[in-house]
């Protein structure tokens, strides 16, 4: 299994960016994706989750109502949409892989997980 994320890069603050993750090596049908981020000097936290087979979404406070997952089933892809990023949004982003929908927001319920890009918001 290889998740490869992309689409990280220097942005002012209020822009906006769009990381995608690939997924490849089996089906996802049955998993939650997520993406989480570590900031330096931070622990990693948890931003978004999506369940590949019915779309439900999840997100961590700090980001709801600028972020939005989502998912492209055909082309194996899971994206996370930024909006209005602000400083405090710099950190590098991870994608993952997790068969516990239950515990999304638990990076230890994740099996797979992608090598992060970097997102760093400053003026």
């Known amino acids: 299994v290889q998740l490869q994320a992309s689409g990280g890069g220097l942005v002012q603050p209020g822009d906006s960016l769009r990381l995608s993750c690939a997924a490849s090596?089996?089906?996802?049908?049955?998993?939650?994706m997520g993406w989480f981020r570590q900031a330096p000097g931070k622990e990693r936290q948890f931003v978004a989750a999506i369940t590949w087979a019915g779309g439900n979404t999840y997100y961590a406070d700090s980001v709801k109502g600028r972020f939005t997952i989502s998912r492209d089933s055909a082309k194996n892809v899971v994206y996370l949409q930024m909006n209005s990023l602000k400083p405090e949004d710099t950190a590098v982003y991870y994608c993952a892989a997790g068969t516990n929908p239950s515990w999304y927001t638990f990076q230890d319920e994740y099996d797979y997980w992608g090598q992060g890009t970097q997102v760093t918001v400053s003026s």
């Open positions: 090596g089996r089906t996802f049908s049955g998993y939650i």
